[in-house]
């Protein structure tokens, strides 16, 4: 199984930025891709953004021209730049990889992102 530690949450005001990093550990096979989703209280987690090993990506409308995922495969670190918080981004944000051969997800433990004055 692969580990996911991600780092780099915390409070920031509106207009703010922060910087998730999601950092893998005991990788076996390949990673086809990672990605970064949110969840608040009483609401379903949801798609951030999404890149692939090839690097293409996909964001969240809600996010889109304000977020950007990007990634190191030497390292097996992907990150999550958030510019122009919003206090709706606020939410606990989760690390996403899927594994091959039959791309299976693993999840890191979270971590949160306030954005409040």
């Known amino acids: 199984q692969v580990q996911l530690v991600e780092s780099g949450g915390g409070l920031v005001q509106p207009g703010g930025s922060l910087r998730l990093s999601c950092a893998a550990s005991?990788?076996?096979?390949?990673?086809?891709?990672m990605a970064w989703y949110r969840q608040t209280p009483g609401n379903e987690r949801e798609l951030v953004a999404r890149?692939?090993?090839?690097?293409?990506?996909l964001y969240a409308d809600s996010v889109k021209g304000r977020f950007t995922i990007s990634r190191d495969n030497a390292k097996s670190t992907v990150y999550l730049q958030m510019d122009s918080l919003k206090p709706e981004d606020t939410a606990l944000y989760y690390c996403?990889?899927?594994?091959?051969?039959?791309?299976?997800?693993?999840w890191g433990q979270g971590t949160q992102v306030t954005v409040s004055s």
């Open positions: 996403n990889a899927r594994q091959l051969p039959f791309n299976q997800d693993q």
């Open positions: 005991g990788i076996k096979f390949t990673i086809s891709a």
């Open positions: 890149i692939t090993r090839a690097g293409s990506t």
